[in-house]
């Protein structure tokens, strides 16, 4: 099983960017997905979080900007981000639950998300 983020970029405090994340491999279901970001200096945080039910939860300082979604492409989270901000910046990890031959938890690579003021 893999799990490949994608979509960060630089991007003007104000604007939007949509990151993805696309697991593959050998997988009987996914149980939740969840965004991390990571700034430098600073410890690694949850953003937003899926489950399979369809639940989402979300740090208090991204709700109402970032919303968190499964794609109509099999295994594809996204999450959307709103009106940026600078503190917005940092590399963007997601994690998966997932049942595969066993359950396991899994990490795809980062993506950067810079914000400029």
């Known amino acids: 099983v893999q799990l490949q983020a994608s979509g960060g970029g630089l991007v003007q405090a104000g604007g939007s960017l949509r990151l993805s994340c696309a697991a593959s491999?050998?997988?009987?279901?996914?149980?939740?997905v969840g965004w991390y970001r990571q700034a430098p200096g600073k410890q690694r945080e949850l953003v937003a979080t899926?489950?399979?039910?369809?639940?989402?939860n979300y740090a208090d300082s991204v709700k109402g900007r970032f919303s968190i979604s499964r794609g109509n492409a099999k295994n594809t989270v996204y999450l959307q981000m709103n009106s940026l901000k600078p503190e917005d910046t940092a590399v963007y990890y997601c994690n998966a639950d997932i049942s595969s031959d066993i359950r396991g938890d899994y990490w795809g690579q980062g993506t950067q998300v810079t914000v400029s003021s």
């Open positions: 899926i489950r399979s039910g369809g639940s989402t």
């Open positions: 491999g050998s997988i009987f279901s996914i149980n939740a």
